[in-house]
């Protein structure tokens, strides 16, 4: 789990009242947080917005004292000018460090030195920090819940699921919060710690909140249907998708996959290859997947060779192993014996054992080709194969 931003703040500080009643710092939030732009509005209007006015916690009435305004107003100068994100641990140590400061002056020294931490790329100190933030309780409710969802989200992001679980929990039940951001990180996480059946009412909460949610946001559903077992849901989630977005050539490509899982090849041939009939299928494994369902579909031989003779043909598909035994296997069952033969020629060599020459010499021994079969026998004995007595007996025909 990646945060977004890595050079930029990822909390909107409103340090208001305590020094003054003006907002004298203002960290960028996530860009695609509710937060940016309610802290746009709270700057045009001189005024800090309150983001959980459904917070049980009471905001702390006691302000950053007088004694260590000077010292405050230096470190959050020095932090503003984003260039000393070193010296503004070491100015905001000092300030944890003074028997003088209070709750406030501790909470908001911590915050601020967690936002350096971070830009500095240690997310370890800026963990400790974000939890002397919370722990000292002297922030305004933005102030302490943004530093409770930043300590959550890097938990997360250092893979530290269940510590990151409940810091967000704690979160989601103090401010009340039902943002789609929110939710989906909850359901992130619950999916990534491999809890997929409680990651799904969380993540579909997410969607259903958001009147815009993001794609990525229903592919992750989808996924925890899916690993959840629930074909159906995973199915629908991925038709709805697809439908949404006709020309995202990775929502079909999920899609056939699902119908894939599914056992639904036709639905999954169909999609694959209209992506192929516009030109859209370019890499390999597109290329594979499609003629893997036809060949796993009743009667599909045909779309079996046409699809990998293209793949070729294009440079696309490699002339290996797999794709030349496909080949033979597709000839071979279309009833089309010379193409079927020179393919399995060409996998024999590619094979890590001898049971494709011995297959090769069964197909030439029943064609009447008795030379060349006992020279495929020959070496499928060199290569090694699991019933060495039928290579023998091809051999030793006369």
């Known amino acids: ?22 907002v004298v710092a203002d960290a960028v939030a996530q860009s695609d947080s509710s937060s940016e732009r309610q ?29 260590l305004g000077s010292k405050l107003q230096k470190l959050i100068e020095t932090y503003n000018k ?48 974000l939890q002397q933030a919370v722990q000292f309780n002297g922030l305004d409710n933005n102030g302490h819940y943004q530093s409770l969802l930043m300590l959550a989200q890097l938990q997360l992001q250092d ?15 103090e401010t009340k919060s039902q943002r789609p951001e929110d939710l989906i990180l909850k359901g992130q996480a619950l999916y990534q710690s491999e809890k997929y059946q409680e990651a799904i009412p969380v993540l579909k909460q997410a969607v259903a909140a958001s009147p815009e949610p993001k794609d990525s946001w229903n592919q992750l559903l989808m996924a925890a249907y899916a690993e959840a077992g629930q074909t159906g849901e995973a199915t629908a989630a991925a038709e709805a998708l697809a439908a949404k977005s006709p020309n995202d050539k990775k929502a079909q490509l999920n899609l056939a996959s699902m119908y894939m899982q599914a056992d639904q090849m036709d639905k999954a041939a169909a999609v694959m290859d ?9 890499e390999e494994k597109e290329y594979k997947q499609l003629y893997s369902i036809y060949a796993n579909t009743e009667n599909k031989e045909k779309d ?21 035994l496909a080949l033979a296997q597709s000839y071979y069952y279309s009833e089309q014996l010379p193409q079927a033969i020179e393919n399995w020629q060409k996998a024999a060599p590619l094979s890590k054992d ?8 069964k197909v030439l021994h029943s064609e009447g080709r008795i030379p060349e079969a006992k020279q495929a026998a020959q070496q499928a004995l060199a290569k090694g194969v699991k ?9 030793n025909l006369k």
């Open 159 to 173: 893979d530290q699921y269940q510590e990151g679980l409940v810091t967000l929990d704690k979160y989601l039940a």
């Open 304 to 324: 079996v060779i046409a699809v990998i003779n293209e793949g070729l043909q294009k440079g696309i598909l490699k002339p290996d192993y797999q794709t030349y």
């Open 39 to 67: 802290s746009r509005k709270s700057k045009s209007s001189g005024k800090v917005e309150n983001l959980y006015p459904q917070a049980t916690r009471e905001a702390p009435k006691v302000k950053t004292s007088s004694k």
């Open 354 to 361: 001898g049971e494709t020459y011995l297959n090769l010499a």
């Open 82 to 129: 984003g260039e000393d994100y070193a010296g503004v641990r070491t100015q905001a140590d000092e300030i944890l460090g003074n028997a003088s400061a209070n709750e406030a002056d501790k909470s908001l020294a911590a915050q601020l030195a967690a936002q350096a931490a971070y830009n500095l790329d240690d997310s370890a100190a800026a963990k400790r920090y």
């Open 1 to 22: 789990m990646k945060l977004h931003n890595r050079n930029k703040a990822l909390l909107s500080l409103f340090i208001a009242a305590m020094l003054g009643g003006t």
């Open 387 to 395: 019933k060495p007595d039928e290579a023998k007996k091809i051999v």
């Open 274 to 282: 209209k992506l192929r009939s516009s030109g859209q299928l370019t």
